[in-house]
């Protein structure tokens, strides 16, 4: 009988090749993540609409006692100093509008106004017409700190954790308001 010698060394060269290749491979995104991170680059767009507060700041806590049943729900507050004009107004009916478009997660959110004068007729005739309107009075010992935009996202535990500006977007607010709800177990 005839036996011919066959030689491994093809086929194990063969199978080395190809678990470098398969390694090399799954390592490529990690390899162009860490170039992506440690050179720079951050993505154009970003995914929301308001400023985001890094750290977020905690509200006094004489406005997070005055909040009652709403303590542990998502707050979206209308900060105002003086008395409630037109824009204050149209801003707050806006806030309604978002908090009903929310429908299934609108029991999660509560919205209110924090303010200086909390016995400004036309906020008290706005809480008249919308009951679950909250008229927050900012204590005079307790500013907060370094916060100049008007509405203020608040989570459950009483953190500010994004303002945004008098001129955002209703569009905008909702669209964070929807993926954080739809993400957060709290509230």
């Known amino acids: 009988m005839n036996s011919v010698a066959i030689d491994p060394l093809p086929n194990q060269r063969q199978g080395r090749l190809m678990l ?6 799954l390592a490529l995104p990690f ?3 860490a170039g992506l991170y440690f050179g720079g680059w951050h993505p154009s767009r970003i995914g929301h609409h ?3 507060l890094n750290p977020p700041r ?4 004489p406005i997070l006692r005055s909040t009652g049943k709403n303590a542990e729900k998502w707050k979206l507050v209308l900060h105002i100093s003086g008395p409630c004009t037109a824009e204050c107004t149209s801003r707050l009916d806006e806030m309604r509008r978002i908090h ?3 429908y299934k997660n609108m029991s999660r959110l509560s919205r209110a106004v924090l303010t200086d004068q909390p016995d400004d007729p036309a906020l008290l005739a706005l809480h008249a017409n919308q009951p ?5 009075t900012t204590p005079p010992d307790a500013p907060l700190a370094g916060i100049t935009d008007p509405v203020l996202l608040v989570d459950p535990q009483g953190l500010v954790i994004m303002t945004y500006p008098p001129d955002a977007s209703p569009q905008g607010m909702r669209a964070d308001l929807d993926r ?3 993400y957060a177990w709290t509230g």
């Open 100 to 102: 009903v478009a929310l």
């Open 31 to 33: 390899i162009i993540g």
């Open 132 to 136: 679950d309107l909250m008229l927050l």
């Open 58 to 61: 905690p509200l006094p806590e």
């Open 50 to 52: 308001g400023h985001l």
């Open 20 to 25: 470098a290749l398969i390694v090399g491979l």
């Open 180 to 182: 954080l709800l739809k």
